[in-house]
């Protein structure tokens, strides 16, 4: 029984869903095609770990939806949040991504600039993480917010022909460089295992939190 209980916490536990907002300044974008061009140049084998570029995005929450009724609920505490976001008379962050850092040498990303509009997105996400919980559905990644533009991700149990991290040498040229701004303008509620024709993921709703200028 024990053992069962395990798995079945387990299966629970495995997210299918996510709170983002999805990158679509074409600098970024590119920038982060040519990082990825170049490392895997280097490293051929880092190709099986790079982000599609066409996923780009920053997650503020990953939760299960199990059937229609939580993707329901779910898609109502994403207008119950724009609508407090708006009350709290929060502006689209204009976040600035510079440089390059890593999880662990697992994950590398990157960085968001530490600035005050890095402060707004932080806002918006525990507004979200709130009225999400307030409702039921639990975020599965209890960590605080790091928020963060994933370029290559080495996933726990897979080989990659025994490579088990990813070698700052590969990225250390982007330390300072600077890859753009985009402007937050919408959330979107996403299925993780669905990708749309675009490379992009499903979007069950997308909702802009802000009030018109």
């Known amino acids: 029984m024990k053992l069962s209980a395990k798995k079945d916490k387990q299966q629970k536990e495995r997210p299918n869903a996510f709170l983002a907002f999805r990158i679509m300044n074409q600098q970024i974008v590119h920038h982060a095609a040519e990082i ?3 490392i895997i140049q280097s490293n051929p084998l880092l190709s099986q770990a790079s982000v599609s570029i066409a996923k780009l995005h920053i ?3 990953v939760f299960e939806l199990k059937n229609d009724e ?4 779910a898609q109502q505490c994403l207008i119950k949040a724009c609508h407090r976001i708006r009350m709290a008379q929060l502006v689209p962050p204009q976040i600035r991504f510079a440089g390059l850092s890593n999880f662990n040498d697992r994950v590398l990303f990157m960085n968001p600039v530490n600035d005050a509009h890095l402060d707004v997105l932080k806002q918006i996400a525990t507004i979200c993480r709130e009225t999400f919980e307030e409702n039921g559905i639990l975020r599965l990644d209890n960590r605080p917010l ?3 533009l994933t370029l290559f991700q ?3 149990g897979s080989v990659y022909e025994g490579m088990t991290k990813i070698d700052s040498s590969l990225y250390t040229k982007f330390a ?3 890859f753009g701004t985009e402007i937050m303008r919408s ?9 749309r024709a675009d490379g992009y993921y499903e979007v069950f709703l997308e ?4 009030c018109s200028q």
Request: proline share 6%; hydrophobic share 25%.
């Open 187 to 195: 959330l979107q509620l996403c299925n993780m295992k669905r990708i």
């Open 36 to 38: 990825q061009k170049e």
């Open 70 to 73: 939580d993707k329901q609920r």
């Open 146 to 148: 790091h928020p963060h």
């Open 154 to 156: 080495l996933k726990q």
């Open 176 to 178: 300072d460089k600077q």
């Open 59 to 61: 997650t503020l929450m």
């Open 207 to 210: 909702e802009s939190p802000f």
